[in-house]
């Protein structure tokens, strides 16, 4: 019998029809948190029903909201109850795989002054949390983490917050989203600077729900106490799912995909810029925007690509699609240098160490760094990899078997629907031999 944690892909194949990839992960999550926050019901189609995003429907739902599901899923209507209008947790909330289910709920349960224990798997459960926990102590927050700064995290009541200004130590969209959300609540006025752009989806949603917001450069400011309004959200496809197919018709011969409704923020699509500058044939095609989001569709075909050392300015814009993009660089002619990405070894694995076991495994040349990787592009072969519980990586090797020389046998696959359930069924109607 097959193992279900196990995909197994023969290699070759091209991807060829019309796909479109479910909704935005970053942007399912903000809908469900806004929505809940809101004074009314907020209508979410297309929402992500991956378990990432059900971890943060399953959270609210322990604070008193009510959410359910029409037309299979398509439409997710959040029954808001108001800035403080959510009820303390009666026990410990596991947020499965999700660092931004934890991050932003922290923001909000801080801000709420409720007291909560958040808790999450094995990978979550080892990662840096210290990163919003610090700036939401400045605001008067209480909030205890384990030894090293990771899960579970006991959060006291509080009586209220005060705004601070937090010139952010790290790039990182959950740590701006969590102290502006924290905001919402705190006394006074919040101000966030980044050290470098990074997704801006909560600032997009919070001004769709009438929340006055300022953005000038890296500052985003906002004064606490404003109400939220109901909204009705259409999700885009995401760009980071739709990446592994974008990756797979490039470096397969004879492809011809198009991506129907991807979200095109300027903030994610750092992994459009990097597959330009190595070769790619990417056409934006019925540019649009859908709610206050900018979408289009993409056309891609085969290209030969060749290495590139990539601008350290567009990791934090491409932070998610490092995997996929370490197989298009070993698809490519020549050496593609990635350095500055330091954070790529705090995701949902060390992604650095992960990508490397698994392109050695297959055959090829990389040298690491502790910000980074070198990646000399070559005839990648059959070989057993794993993901290490990492949906990304699981996902990056079943794309490189179009290129593989041999099956490619990927361990720990499961975790794919943390944030892609459908991608099997898709990737195989799109092409892909697994
Ligand atoms: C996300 C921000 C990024 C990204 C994650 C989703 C978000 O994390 O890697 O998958 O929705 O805000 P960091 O903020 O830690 O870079």
Same mark, same amino acid.
């Given at each position: 019998?097959?193992?279900? *944690?196990?995909?197994?892909?023969?290699?070759?194949?091209?991807?060829?029809?019309?796909?479109?990839?479910?909704?935005?992960?970053?942007?399912?999550?903000?809908?469900?948190?806004?929505?809940?926050?809101?004074?009314?019901?907020?209508?979410?189609?297309?929402?992500?029903?991956?378990?990432?995003?059900?971890?943060?429907?399953?959270?609210?739902?322990?604070?008193?909201?009510?959410?359910?599901?029409?037309?299979?899923?398509?439409?997710?209507?959040?029954?808001?109850?108001?800035?403080?209008?959510?009820?303390?947790?009666?026990?410990?909330?596991?947020?499965?795989?999700?660092?931004?289910?934890?991050?932003?709920?922290?923001?909000?349960?801080?801000?709420?002054?409720?007291?909560?224990?958040?808790?999450?798997?094995?990978?979550?459960?080892?990662?840096?949390?210290? %990163?919003?926990?610090?700036?939401?102590?400045?605001?008067?927050?209480?909030?205890?983490?384990?030894?090293?700064?990771? $899960?579970?995290? /006991?959060? =006291?009541?509080? $009586?209220?917050?005060?705004?601070?200004?937090?010139? #952010?130590? !790290? =790039?990182?969209?959950?740590?701006?989203?969590? /102290?502006?959300?924290?905001?919402?609540?705190?006394?006074?006025?919040?101000?966030?600077?980044? $050290?470098?752009?990074?997704?801006?989806?909560?600032?997009?949603?919070?001004?769709?729900?009438?929340?006055?917001?300022?953005?000038?450069?890296?500052?985003?400011?906002?004064?606490?106490?404003?109400?939220?309004?109901?909204?009705?959200?259409? !999700?885009?496809?995401?760009?980071?799912?739709?990446?592994?197919?974008?990756?797979? =018709?490039?470096?397969?011969?004879?492809? *011809?995909?198009?991506?129907?409704? /991807?979200?095109?923020?300027?903030?994610?699509?750092?992994?459009?810029?990097?597959? =330009?500058?190595?070769?790619?044939?990417?056409?934006?095609?019925?540019?649009?925007?859908?709610?206050?989001?900018?979408?289009?569709?993409?056309? !891609?075909?085969?290209?030969?690509?060749?290495?590139?050392?990539? *601008?350290?300015?567009?990791?934090?814009?491409?932070?998610?699609?490092?995997?996929? #993009?370490?197989?298009?660089?070993?698809?490519?002619?020549?050496?593609?240098?990635?350095?500055?990405?330091?954070?790529?070894?705090?995701?949902?694995?060390?992604?650095?160490?992960?990508?490397?076991?698994?392109?050695?495994?297959?055959?090829?040349? !990389?040298?690491?760094?502790?910000?980074?990787?070198?990646?000399?592009?070559?005839?990648?072969?059959?070989?057993?990899? *794993?993901?290490?519980?990492?949906? %990304?990586?699981?996902?990056?090797?079943?794309?490189?078997?179009?290129?593989?020389?041999?099956?490619?046998?990927?361990?720990?696959?499961?975790?794919?629907?943390?944030?892609?359930?459908?991608?099997?069924?898709?990737?195989?109607?799109?092409?892909?031999?697994?």
């Amino acid at each position: 019998m097959s193992d279900p *944690d196990e995909l197994l892909v023969q290699p070759g194949g091209s991807l060829g029809g019309t796909v479109q990839v479910p909704g935005d992960k970053s942007i399912s999550h903000r809908a469900v948190m806004l929505g809940a926050l809101g004074d009314g019901v907020t209508e979410i189609r297309e929402c992500l029903l991956g378990e990432d995003v059900r971890a943060t429907m399953g959270a609210f739902r322990a604070l008193g909201i009510t959410i359910d599901e029409h037309e299979g899923g398509r439409l997710i209507r959040v029954h808001g109850r108001g800035l403080r209008g959510l009820t303390a947790p009666r026990e410990v909330i596991d947020m499965g795989n999700s660092g931004t289910s934890i991050r932003l709920l922290t923001g909000i349960l801080c801000g709420h002054g409720l007291a909560a224990t958040l808790t999450g798997d094995a990978s979550l459960r080892g990662r840096p949390m210290r %990163r919003v926990t610090d700036p939401l102590a400045q605001m008067g927050a209480n909030i205890a983490t384990a030894s090293n700064g990771t $899960p579970p995290l /006991v959060i =006291a009541a509080n $009586p209220g917050l005060r705004g601070i200004t937090f010139p #952010l130590p !790290v =790039a990182s969209a959950q740590v701006k989203s969590a /102290v502006l959300l924290a905001g919402l609540f705190a006394a006074g006025e919040t101000t966030v600077i980044e $050290p470098a752009p990074t997704r801006d989806h909560t600032e997009r949603m919070l001004a769709g729900c009438g929340v006055a917001l300022s953005v000038e450069g890296p500052r985003v400011s906002l004064v606490g106490g404003q109400r939220l309004g109901p909204s009705t959200i259409t !999700v885009p496809a995401d760009l980071s799912s739709a990446a592994f197919f974008i990756v797979g =018709a490039t470096i397969s011969p004879d492809s *011809d995909l198009l991506l129907t409704n /991807v979200g095109v923020n300027p903030t994610r699509t750092g992994v459009l810029s990097v597959l =330009a500058q190595m070769g790619a044939h990417i056409e934006r095609l019925n540019e649009r925007s859908i709610g206050g989001e900018p979408v289009a569709d993409l056309r !891609v075909r085969s290209a030969a690509l060749h290495g590139v050392d990539v *601008d350290p300015a567009l990791v934090p814009l491409a932070i998610d699609e490092f995997p996929i #993009l370490f197989i298009a660089a070993a698809c490519a002619r020549g050496i593609t240098r990635v350095r500055g990405a330091a954070e790529l070894r705090h995701k949902e694995s060390d992604r650095i160490a992960t990508m490397a076991a698994g392109l050695t495994a297959a055959g090829l040349s !990389v040298t690491t760094f502790e910000d980074g990787i070198e990646i000399e592009g070559g005839q990648l072969r059959g070989a057993t990899v *794993d993901s290490h519980g990492d949906h %990304r990586i699981a996902m990056a090797f079943a794309i490189a078997a179009l290129r593989a020389s041999g099956p490619l046998r990927i361990r720990n696959a499961a975790p794919i629907a943390t944030s892609f359930p459908s991608f099997v069924p898709l990737a195989r109607a799109a092409g892909l031999r697994l």
